[in-house]
């Protein structure tokens, strides 16, 4: 059974960090490409950011670029989401999904092209 879980959410207050975990089991995660999503409530998912399966490639949405690093474990069966400068905005609960390709191909990750997800971790920033 081809699973994901995602691991590492929690409250935090503004401008503190958290480090997400994405981990697979069933299949080798460093064969896929992974992204990242989130939902906030009452608004649509989006995607945060992406990693190729050999890790030479990255993608981020605008509205994290700069704070947000995503990242592979030397394990090859994990991957990170480092959230750093967190603002109440980034609250939301976050997801991991992998793909079966390579290759990011879009410069923010769309739904539609990945087949794994998991059940997601809640992020809150908050004072």
């Known amino acids: 059974q081809l699973q994901l879980v995602e691991s590492g959410g929690g409250l935090v207050q503004p401008g503190g960090s958290l480090r997400l975990s994405c981990t697979a089991s069933?299949?080798?995660?460093?064969?896929?490409?992974v992204g990242w999503f989130r939902q906030a409530p009452g608004k649509e998912r989006e995607g945060v950011s992406c990693?190729?399966?050999?890790?030479?490639?990255?993608k981020y949405a605008d509205s994290v670029w700069g704070r947000f690093t995503i990242s592979r474990g030397n394990d090859r069966n994990t991957v990170y989401l480092h959230l750093n400068l967190l603002e109440p905005d980034d609250t939301a609960v976050y997801y991991c999904?992998?793909?079966?390709?390579?290759?990011?191909?879009?410069?923010?990750?769309?739904?539609?092209?990945?087949?794994?997800w998991g059940q997601g971790t809640q992020v809150t920033v908050s004072s």
């Open positions: 069933g299949f080798t995660l460093g064969d896929y490409a």
């Open positions: 990693i190729s399966a050999s890790g030479a490639d990255t």
């Open positions: 999904a992998a793909k079966a390709f390579r290759l990011c191909v879009s410069s923010t990750p769309k739904e539609f092209e990945y087949e794994y």
